[in-house]
């Protein structure tokens, strides 16, 4: 039996619209739950005020002590001079200068621990998962397959792969958990001199932030603190003085980046729903066709005397 | 300088009879807390003015300072302070009771001081050993009047209070423990067992170290804090690199290169000239010789040798580079975005080498397309007209075979039945 | 030269069956050149294995993705998309002609896509915990990549390979008589479960060629614009339908010309639309994103990234319009240039958001190391070799009936030796075929 192609799309349309239409409709207020960021209820992260850091890098010192990680001495074998994270550095210190030297900037740069980090979004089996308490997104090595996806999402380019050796990890910040088990800060605000770094639960570090801005009126850049709602929100605070994005922290708009990027690709497979729809329809339309074609091919068969090909 | 008296009188008033200034003594205090501002109780209070009241109302300690395998330039390090009365000061707050150099006795009268000094201050000196002690062919090597010299310092050390091994012949062999050691010299730890010792290697160490250290023993009754090699914290936990007035240059990567080059006269980083500064803990770099600020190897240009690590000195040679333990950022930052990757010639020539081909071809299998269209058909009827002559032939024969076949079993029949 | 030889429409030229390409051995210069390759490969992905992706690969920690992943996977799948494509043309919009070129699809899909696995078990650093795949709770359904490496496995293990079934199975009946009850009974059940299985072979590379798309939505900005739209994965699963229409009609016309196959071109002519109208309608919707985006701009600055977009657009609209005029004027040099250009455009637009058009940081550079091209280019050898194989064994390659018989008398006559082709024992003309036929 010949089915026309507006035989094909009635039958799909009447048999899966309806129930399609549902679930969309239905994920619409579902996904309203999911897409809005939650706030980890413990959600710690730093404030690093990039007016008061004096790059001195006691920071990137004590980082490496915290995590028993080797200083990355590659560069010359000398100095830890790391040019950026890699896998041997969570956390390093960069300078900013403008093109014609006037203004002058350091930044530290660590995960961010965004709240709705695209690195975990995007992880095949959630090797990279945010903790819901305290928020830190950490990185489980039992579940990693090495496939490099969240160095590609993540926006701020923080989770960095071992390249050498066949058990690689990956290394990104995670607020030193081990010592904040122990009530102790995490290394890199305890080494900092300044106070240019400081760590605390987020809503004291964001009232923190807003205080300076309020207190320094032309200090800030735009009065903004990066990472209120930056992205989604992350849990790594700045205030700098020159523009963000120059300093390798892009705008990026309220949404976070999965919300933004991913939300028809959610929608579409919430619950499975419609490639289940078309699944059935597909089904239906094969099998009205096959039953055609198998007699096509049999009489081909008595005709040429020749096995069917099927 | 060996005294018969006993020292019962405190410090503060042993001074005071002598004659020493109190000026005087406090700059000698505030030189003790220079040396030690942390990890000894002594200054743990903290002001020259504290230190020195504590001081005060110590007894003086009584020292036996025995010499073995040595040069004596621990003891010259002791007496070469640049402030001569500084030398008096110290030998007045201390009661040297045994120091063959020093004293004036001789021969059985130095071993009668000796015996005094041990029957005397039995169980509350401090024994001071100077040198290494030669351990191989039962101690033969060196001997204190007739007797080898580990014996000497075992029977001294059974009485003393705590051992203050001073330099680092004392402290693990020194210099003559250099390859090949064919005396079998030792530091005083070997030899010695059940006394509290404390190794002060260097060569010749910092004088105001051993001061700290008995003054601390004097005063309030323990030794300092001590490492794993029995070395006092409070002077030896840091490396020398760590505190090096040219660490700077190290950091910015100015180095050095050979000796009287741009950088040495400029005074930058002897690293590359085998400067062990990374792999030595002591505290020269922060205090120097002769109490004039400069006056230390590296000060004047000459890397530092390592002589207190056993490791270090006389088993590197002076040139070799130490590995840096703890590297530490560079005087340099790195910019935001830094460039990586670059297009390798091999990889560039392999994947234009495949494209081409591809690209080849296609264009070849294009043409080929062109020109096969005509000659295909016919080349598809030629091999079919073979095939069907073939076809032909096949069937010819197996029709002729079919009737071989019936002939022969047409005869076999009648065979058959001729045989029934 | 260029005129229609009525030889190609003469009904005999009309591909009627699947015929194993004989008379030509299957060692051949080219086959162990590309074996010799693909045994490199083998080699250097030992040495992949041990020291690590740094010293194999161009890949830094700028671009964690090199050509493995970004070629191997993206491209070469979407080569091997003809199983979903050409079947779907075949089977739901029941264009009854290109049921002729399903088996070269069927084929061409699996050795893709085996080749793709392959290499993305080899370009995935800690394959020791791929068994997370059996927890479904483990599972990040939110994950593209999640969703492209479930189903791909599950496609290629299940659905691919049941439909690849049928030749296999086809062979063994002719092998040895006493294998068929056994066959027929498999065969039977297959056919019972045909409709559910070809349905998921439609639904699951729909899922994962248009989430392949999706990897690169969560690199926001990174992606140059005159790729990163929220349509990529709809114009990832479009660009693989024409991209696989190319793939299996090129080949199956190539292999016709180098085995001296007449080739049908009422067939090729149903492909060669229909790949057309796939070209302009991807080409237009591509186009007015852009403009709505209004991003045309940037297609005419001097840089590497118009370069590369007028590239892709100058080889698939050429292509489509190679195709287009080789329908008229049935040439069919024109007609395997547009698919092969079409193709390669296909190939560089599903290419580039992930390396040409991918810019991490404004310095970052990438190119594949030696060792990266070598294990790439092996183990497309080894499908190479594999399809060469498969086609000289089993019945993949379409031909007229003729060439059935001509097979039989090939085996018969020429190489009477090889008795484990059972081909050559039936179809004399048919007679003893018909026999057997009349037995089930």
Not at chain 3, 304 to 313: C, D, K, N, P, Y
Request: charged content about 20%; aromatic content about 10%.
């Amino acid at each position: 039996m010949a089915i026309t192609r507006r035989e094909l799309i009635t039958t799909i349309a009447k048999a899966g619209g309806t129930a399609a239409v549902a679930v969309t409709v239905g994920t619409e207020t579902l996904q309203a739950e999911t897409e809005t960021t939650r706030i980890p209820s413990a959600a710690v992260g730093l404030l690093y005020d990039a007016t008061i850091c004096i790059g001195c890098k006691a920071c990137v010192s004590a980082c490496s002590e915290a995590n028993d990680t080797p200083p990355d001495t590659r560069a010359d074998g000398l100095h830890q001079a790391p040019s950026d994270l890699n896998d041997l550095t969570r956390n390093i210190i960069k300078l900013y200068k403008s093109p014609d030297g006037s203004q002058v900037s350091f930044v530290k740069r660590q995960c961010m621990h965004c709240l709705d980090p695209a690195c975990a979004a995007g992880c095949p089996f959630q090797a990279l998962h945010k903790d819901p308490e305290s928020g830190i997104v950490f990185w489980y090595g039992n579940r990693c397959i090495g496939c490099r996806y969240c160095s590609i999402t993540c926006p701020y380019h923080v989770p960095r792969f071992q390249w050498v050796g066949f058990d690689p990890v990956v290394t990104k910040c995670e607020l030193c958990s081990k010592r904040l088990e122990k009530g102790l800060k995490p290394g890199c605000t305890s080494a900092c001199p300044t106070g240019a770094v400081i760590f605390g639960p987020r809503p004291v570090l964001l009232m923190e932030a807003k205080r300076r801005i309020k207190e320094n009126p032309g200090r800030y850049y735009k009065d903004k603190v990066y990472g209120e709602t930056d992205n989604g929100g992350t849990q790594s605070l700045y205030l700098a003085k020159v523009p963000f994005d120059d300093l390798g922290l892009p705008e990026l708009g309220e949404e976070s980046v999965p919300a933004k990027t991913l939300r028809w690709q959610r929608r579409f497979y919430q619950y499975f729903a419609i490639p289940a729809v078309l699944y059935a329809g597909l089904v239906q339309v094969i099998r009205s066709n096959l039953t055609g074609y198998e007699e096509e091919a049999r009489e081909r068969e008595k005709q040429t005397g020749l096995r069917a090909q099927l | 300088m060996a005294s018969s008296e006993k020292p019962e009188r405190t410090i503060q008033s042993h001074l005071e009879a002598a004659g020493v200034s109190r000026r005087d003594f406090l700059r000698l205090c505030s030189v003790i807390v220079a040396t030690a501002p942390a990890g000894l109780a002594l200054t743990k209070a903290g002001s020259a003015a504290e230190v020195a009241s504590k001081i005060g109302k110590a007894r003086r300690p009584s020292v036996i300072w025995l010499h073995f395998q040595d040069c004596t330039g621990c003891t010259e390090t002791l007496l070469r302070t640049s402030a001569p009365d500084a030398a008096h000061l110290i030998l007045d707050i201390i009661s040297l009771d045994y120091h063959e150099t020093l004293m004036a006795a001789s021969g059985a009268q130095a071993e009668t001081a000796l015996r005094q000094a041990m029957d005397d201050n039995a169980g509350k000196y401090v024994l001071v050993v100077e040198g290494a002690i030669p351990t191989r062919d039962d101690g033969v090597y060196m001997e204190l009047a007739g007797r080898p010299a580990v014996q000497v310092v075992k029977e001294v050390a059974s009485k003393a209070a705590a051992v203050i091994a001073i330099g680092s012949c004392a402290s693990w062999g020194g210099v003559p423990s250099a390859d090949p050691n064919p005396t079998g010299a030792v530091g005083a730890d070997t030899v010695i067992s059940g006394k509290p010792i404390v190794n002060l290697p260097g060569c010749p160490p910092n004088p105001y170290t051993l001061l700290a250290v008995v003054l601390e023993y004097a005063t309030m009754n323990r030794l300092p804090e001590l490492d794993e090699l029995r070395r006092p914290i409070f002077a030896y936990e840091r490396v020398i690199h760590e505190n090096c007035p040219r660490r700077a240059h190290f950091d910015a990567g100015r180095f050095a290169y050979a000796f009287g080059d741009e950088g040495h006269r400029q005074g930058w980083c002897l690293y590359k000239l085998g400067c062990k500064g990374p792999a030595t803990r002591a505290s020269c770099s922060t205090r120097h010789f002769n109490e004039i600020p400069g006056v230390w190897p590296i000060g004047i240009g000459a890397p530092c040798l390592g002589c207190t690590e056993k490791n270090v000195v006389w088993r590197m040679s002076t040139v070799e580079t130490v590995p840096i333990h703890l590297a530490t950022p560079p005087d340099e930052y790195p910019p935001i975005y830094s460039g990586t990757g670059s297009i390798k010639a091999g990889a560039a020539l392999l994947v234009g080498a495949i494209a081409g081909a591809v690209g080849g071809a296609s264009w070849v299998a294009a043409q080929r397309f062109r020109s096969s269209e005509e000659a295909g058909a016919e080349r598809i009827a030629v091999d079919r007209a073979h095939l069907e002559k073939e076809a032909e032939a096949a069937k010819r024969e197996a029709r002729e075979w079919k009737k071989e076949e019936a002939a022969a079993a047409k005869e076999e029949a009648v065979e058959w039945k001729r045989e029934d | 030269m260029n005129a229609i030889t009525t030889s190609q429409f003469k009904a005999e030229n009309r591909w009627e069956r699947a015929v194993p390409v004989f008379g030509f051995p299957v060692v051949t210069h080219f086959f162990l050149f590309q074996l010799a390759l693909a045994l490199v490969a083998f080699v250097l992905t030992g040495y992949r294995e041990l020291a690590g992706l740094g010293p194999v690969s161009g890949m830094t920690d700028a671009f964690g993705w090199g050509i493995w992943k970004t070629f191997n996977v993206m491209v070469l799948t979407a080569l091997g998309s003809g199983a979903f494509a050409v079947g779907i043309a075949a089977w739901v919009f029941k264009r009854e002609k290109l049921h002729a070129l399903m088996r070269m699809a069927l084929l061409t899909s699996f050795l893709a896509y085996a080749c793709g696995l392959a290499l993305l078990a080899i370009d995935v650093s800690r394959p020791w915990n791929f068994y997370w795949i059996l927890f479904p709770w483990q599972w990040n359904m939110h994950s593209p990549l999640a969703e492209v490496a479930i189903c791909m496995s599950v496609y290629a293990m299940i659905p691919l390979a049941i439909e690849n079934l049928p030749p296999l199975l086809e062979r063994l009946w002719y092998f040895d008589s006493r294998l068929r009850p056994g066959v027929e009974k498999i065969e039977k059940k297959l056919h019972s479960v045909f409709p559910y299985v070809i349905a998921l072979a439609y639904l699951l590379p729909g899922m994962h060629q248009s989430s392949l798309g999706a990897l690169m939505l969560l690199a926001g900005e990174r992606v140059h614009p005159l790729w990163q739209t929220p349509f990529l994965p709809l114009l990832y699963i479009w660009a693989a339908c024409f991209m696989s229409f190319g793939c299996v009609a090129g080949t199956t016309m190539l292999c016709c010309m180098v085995w001296k196959r007449a080739m049908d071109m009422e067939v090729l002519d149903e492909a060669a639309r229909i790949t057309c109208g796939l070209i302009y309608g991807w080409s237009a919707l591509r186009l007015l994103d852009i403009a709505f985006r209004e991003q045309f701009g940037t297609a005419f600055h001097f840089d590497r990234f118009a370069g590369v977009f007028w590239l892709e657009m100058l080889l698939i609209l050429g292509g489509g319009y190679l195709l287009q005029r080789s329908l008229r004027t049935h040439e069919k040099d024109k007609m395997f240039l547009g698919y092969v250009l079409s193709t390669l455009g296909g190939m560089i637009y599903r290419f580039s958001p992930t390396t040409l058009a991918f810019r991490p940081n404004p310095q970052a550079l990438y190119f594949p190391a030696t060792i990266e091209v070598l294990v790439s280019l092996g183990f497309i050898a080894l499908g190479i070799a594999g399809f060469l194989v498969a086609v000289k064994r089993f019945a993949i390659l379409p031909a007229p009936l003729y060439e059935w018989h001509d097979m039989a008398s090939y085996f018969r006559f020429r190489r009477p030796y090889i008795r484990w082709t059972g081909y050559f024992k039936y179809g004399f003309f048919g007679e003893d075929e018909k026999i057997e036929n009349n037995s089930h």
